[in-house]
């Protein structure tokens, strides 16, 4: 069965640092990706994706993530954060022949100002 | 733009009441989810639905069930509440028909509290 691990449940970062959230999958064929971010009070919406193609997406924002196939893995990137980064990121993997997608467990990423 | 909107953003129900969560999103998608959203579990598959009157288990369908009676609107319904469902529930709908890799967009979702 299709699963997505976000291995960090939650993130300290201050202004200015440098993110990167890990997202690793377990599923052989052609998949998407997806990340989403949920700022407080707010519904999720979604950062970037990932179909095909150049392996290194940009999203809203200023994040990007690199699909790295033979890692199976999907992380966020940003090179300097902002408190207003402040937010639970998902990670969420759909597998060409599923009809459903599969988000991981969330990363709370919290900004010092 | 795109709009999915849950009928509350907070309930409160007693156990055994039988629970009713609507949804209803704009955009003319063909696909509807309910997902619930615990802490440290992430967003857990409920139901969805590809097209009116069609409906497929999630994840955890046990002591739910759905109903899409229109394209626009997807129900969630409690059978009867009980405590380990007090949730945060969210609806999300997208394009494509079952198997379509559409993003999907959400609601702001509904707090449930089951007393």
């Known amino acids: 069965a299709q699963s997505v691990s976000q291995h960090n449940h939650h993130v300290i970062l201050s202004e200015a640092a440098s993110l990167e959230l890990g997202c690793n999958y377990s599923?052989?064929?052609?998949?998407?990706l997806f990340w989403y971010v949920q700022y407080p009070g707010q519904h999720l919406q979604l950062l970037l994706k990932y179909f095909s193609g150049d392996p290194l997406v940009k999203g809203i924002k200023g994040f990007e993530a690199e699909f790295i196939k033979s890692k199976f893995s999907f992380n966020l990137r940003k090179p300097s954060v902002q408190w207003s980064d402040t937010a639970e990121y998902f990670c969420a993997v759909k597998a060409s022949s599923a009809s459903k997608i599969i988000f991981g467990s969330g990363t709370r990423l919290s900004i010092r100002p | 733009d795109v709009k999915v909107t849950q009928s509350s953003r907070y309930l409160v129900k007693r156990t055994g009441e039988k629970v009713f969560l609507e949804c209803v999103q704009d955009?003319?998608?063909?696909?509807m989810f309910w997902y619930r959203q615990d802490p440290g579990l992430g967003l857990r598959l409920i139901y969805f639905?590809?097209?009116?009157?069609?409906?497929e288990k999630g994840d955890i369908p046990e002591g739910y069930s759905v109903s899409r009676e229109k394209k626009e609107r997807f129900s969630l319904i409690l059978e009867s509440a009980s405590t380990n469902q007090t949730s945060m529930y969210l609806c999300?709908?997208?394009?494509?028909?079952?198997?379509?890799?559409?993003?999907?967009?959400f609601g702001d979702g509904t707090r449930l509290s089951i007393l």
């Open positions: 955009m003319d998608h063909e696909n």
């Open positions: 639905s590809y097209d009116v009157k069609m409906k």
């Open positions: 599923y052989g064929g052609t998949v998407n």
């Open positions: 999300a709908s997208s394009l494509g028909g079952r198997g379509g890799n559409q993003p999907q967009h």
